[in-house]
């Protein structure tokens, strides 16, 4: 009977010297990497900010959010229900889940569904919209 050998036997042994070397030039490129990317990313966040300027609809209203829970939230301290199809969106206009940021008191522009009431779409504002846009007093 001819059985086939599945299993490839490395040709030279795996030793503790060679591991630990292994795992110290991995280790050295990962600090390598996150060293050099990180800058880079913040910079772009940083531009991003400064470059893209937001189109909000007409509609959308200025306030505080504060996510309760995944299906219910409060802006301004009126009670709101979440559409199923909330998208909030974050200051580098990417989407964040309501669960994400729970409890949080965020500065946002955000539309409110007509025929439901419920809120729609959200967008937490940077620094430079809020400088442009700052919040009215209670006469709004």
């Given at each position: 009977?001819?059985?086939?050998?599945?299993?490839?036997?490395?040709?030279?042994?795996?030793?503790?010297?060679?591991?630990?070397?292994?795992?110290?030039?991995?280790?050295?490129?990962?600090?390598?990497?996150?060293?050099?990317?990180?800058?880079?990313?913040?910079?772009?966040?940083?531009?991003?900010?400064?470059?893209?300027?937001?189109?909000?609809?007409?509609?959308?209203?200025?306030?505080?959010?504060?996510v309760?829970?995944?299906?219910?939230?409060?802006?301004?301290?009126?009670?709101?229900?979440?559409?199923?199809?909330?998208?909030?969106?974050?200051?580098?206009?990417?989407?964040?889940?309501?669960?994400?940021?729970?409890g949080?008191?965020?500065?946002?522009?955000?539309?409110?569904?007509?025929?439901t009431?419920?809120?729609?779409?959200?967008?937490?504002?940077?620094?430079?919209?809020?400088?442009?846009?700052?919040?009215?007093?209670?006469?709004?």
């Amino acid at each position: 009977m001819n059985t086939m050998n599945r299993c490839n036997k490395p040709s030279f042994p795996r030793t503790f010297p060679t591991l630990a070397r292994q795992f110290a030039s991995a280790s050295v490129c990962a600090v390598m990497l996150t060293l050099g990317t990180v800058t880079p990313l913040l910079a772009q966040t940083q531009a991003m900010e400064q470059a893209v300027p937001r189109n909000f609809p007409p509609s959308s209203q200025r306030g505080d959010l504060v996510v309760k829970s995944s299906v219910e939230a409060v802006v301004e301290g009126k009670d709101y229900r979440l559409a199923p199809g909330l998208r909030i969106f974050n200051q580098q206009n990417q989407l964040v889940f309501a669960h994400s940021v729970v409890g949080q008191k965020l500065d946002v522009r955000y539309v409110v569904e007509p025929s439901t009431g419920m809120l729609l779409n959200v967008w937490i504002l940077t620094k430079n919209e809020l400088a442009k846009e700052p919040k009215r007093g209670w006469f709004r």
